[in-house]
């Protein structure tokens, strides 16, 4: 059994629900603007965030606020719908404080961080911007975190991942980095040498150049077979 001395997570997605809190943001978004998508919030949640990555992958940093902003009008402009820059902001910010500041953990979430953390530095290494990570109230569960805007780069940049290891001053090949996303963790995290637990909770295919992880967990209680000695 492999030992670690600190253990990174992915936060959105792996730890908490944001596709529940998302597609609520979305439903508020809609109710505000009066657009009337031909699809379900959830529809129109996962088209939207699709655009937001596709925006932030295919420039320099800029606070993902900006880019949340561009995928919304990459998704509500062909439905007809366009305003004024001061608009676009407060329906971006309508959705974004929503799907982040509601997003509660998965069921099993709660119990596995409670016994890691007496154990292990734990630290979330995330996209979001600083204050809208502060927003959700999980976040309260863990004493430092890395994210794209202290690093100035989004997952899966090596430099967002160098700088948490720097921050744990533990060896790469010494920390497991736990997350649910392929491009952004998998494939950012293992090229710096970190151990990955991959939590596959919808069953998906590994990507095609997409390399192994170590792990492979429906949820996150996949991790007490690892970390036996804990509990």
Do not use: C
């Not at 699809?39 to 606070?63: C, I, N, Q």
């Not at 820059?85 to 409670?114: D, K, N, Q």
């Not at 963790?185 to 295919?205: F, S």
Request: aromatic share 12%; proline share 7%; no cysteine.
């Amino acid at each position: 059994m492999r030992t670690f001395k600190a253990i990174t997570f992915d936060f959105w997605g792996t730890l908490v629900d944001v596709d529940t809190s998302g597609e609520a943001g979305v439903a508020a978004v809609l109710a505000q603007s009066g657009v009337t998508p031909g699809m379900t919030a959830k529809e129109l949640y996962f088209k939207w965030d699709d655009a937001t990555v596709r925006r932030y992958r295919s420039g320099t940093w800029r606070p993902y606020f900006d880019f949340a902003l561009l995928g919304l009008q990459d998704v509500l402009k062909p439905l007809g719908f366009d305003a004024g820059p001061e608009r676009w902001a407060a329906l971006t910010e309508t959705l974004l404080s929503t799907m982040t500041g509601e997003a509660r953990p998965h069921p099993e979430v709660p119990a596995i961080i409670a016994v890691l953390k007496e154990k292990y530095p734990l630290m979330p290494i995330t996209n979001m911007d600083n204050r809208l990570f502060d927003l959700n109230p999980f976040r309260s569960e863990f004493a430092q975190v890395t994210t794209a805007e202290e690093a100035k780069a989004f997952k899966p940049s090596a430099f967002i991942f160098q700088r948490a290891i720097e921050k744990l001053g533990v060896p790469a090949d010494q920390i497991l980095h736990v997350s649910l996303s392929q491009f952004a963790d998998l494939e950012g995290a293992m090229p710096m040498g970190m151990q990955v637990a991959w939590i596959n909770r919808y069953g998906h295919p590994l990507g095609q150049f997409t390399p192994k992880p170590l792990y492979e967990f429906s949820d996150l209680s996949g991790l007490k077979g690892v970390l036996a000695g804990d509990w």
